[in-house]
């Protein structure tokens, strides 16, 4: 199915951006996998304030998405997967929405946004990360083109969890 998908725009996170998602996330369902509850807002301003240096020393960053009207409904974009578990030193994409934005089609196109971006960037490739529960995003990863490259257990919750990849490298991905 191949359906016409929302128009979305993404920019560089403000500090203001950071209470909105704060809002947003406040939600038990938006954060069923990253913990069940949404974090303080500090861990959003924090977080704001760091995708706005990786956007300036890396070009990329998690980006503030906004719906065709201008209003911010989450995040999406890419980040230095940090962590010393896991894809430690690659890239990884991701995505947050609000839950009145769900099934839109708004992560699929601000992720394939994303990944143009990534590529004019010379980003060889990019993972994604996912809760082997979330069958939500495991769908955006297929949309993506993306393939299952391995299976983890995540060392805080003990979870399950998939490491997608894309070679951004190939002229027919995504």
């Known amino acids: 199915m191949n ?18 998602w704060h809002r947003i996330f406040d939600d038990p369902d938006v954060m069923e996998f990253q913990g069940g509850r949404a974090a303080e807002l500090s861990v959003y301003e924090e977080l704001t304030a760091r995708q706005r240096r990786h956007d300036a020393e890396l070009g990329f960053c998690l980006w503030t998405v906004l719906d065709g009207s201008g209003q911010v409904i989450g995040f999406t974009g890419a980040q230095p997967w940090e962590r010393s578990w896991g894809p430690a030193g690659e890239i990884e994409i991701g995505w947050r929405l609000g839950r009145e934005h769900w099934g839109k089609g708004y992560v699929t196109a601000a992720a394939r946004q994303t990944l143009e971006r990534m590529r004019a960037s010379g980003v060889p490739g990019v993972v994604a990360m996912v809760d082997a529960r979330n069958s939500r995003s495991i769908a955006v990863t297929r949309r993506l083109g993306m393939r299952l490259a391995e299976t983890f257990t995540t060392p805080a919750s003990q979870r399950t969890g998939h490491c997608y990849r894309l070679d951004l490298r190939d002229a027919d991905a995504a």
């Open 3 to 20: 359906r016409v998908l929302p128009a979305v725009r993404l920019r560089v996170p403000t500090h203001e951006d950071a209470i909105v």
